[in-house]
């Protein structure tokens, strides 16, 4: 979202708690952008994603036993060689 700095000024507390929760808040001011965001918050918009666990249904069956000793054997190797 982007405000006026007059917009900033009447809502400052209102924008801060979005902010807060994650909104992005720009603030203009005399032609020039600034950024409201906590401390600690990531810049990166892609650091906040939550990862989703997607399953393809092609895919064989996630039950069957080869398969997960398929992946024991591939992780084993993996790490094996760190």
Not at 42 to 65: C, F, G, K, M
Request: without cysteine; aromatic residues 8%.
């Amino acid at each position: 979202m982007e405000v006026s700095i007059t917009r900033f000024r009447q809502d400052i507390f209102d924008l801060v708690s979005q902010a807060l929760e994650g909104s992005e808040i720009w603030v203009t001011y005399k032609g020039r952008r600034f950024r409201v965001a906590p401390e600690n918050q990531p810049v990166n918009r892609l650091a906040r994603i939550t990862p989703l666990e997607v399953v393809n249904p092609e895919s064989p069956q996630l039950t069957d036993p080869s398969l997960h000793e398929e992946m024991a054997r591939a992780w084993e190797k993996d790490w094996s060689d760190l």
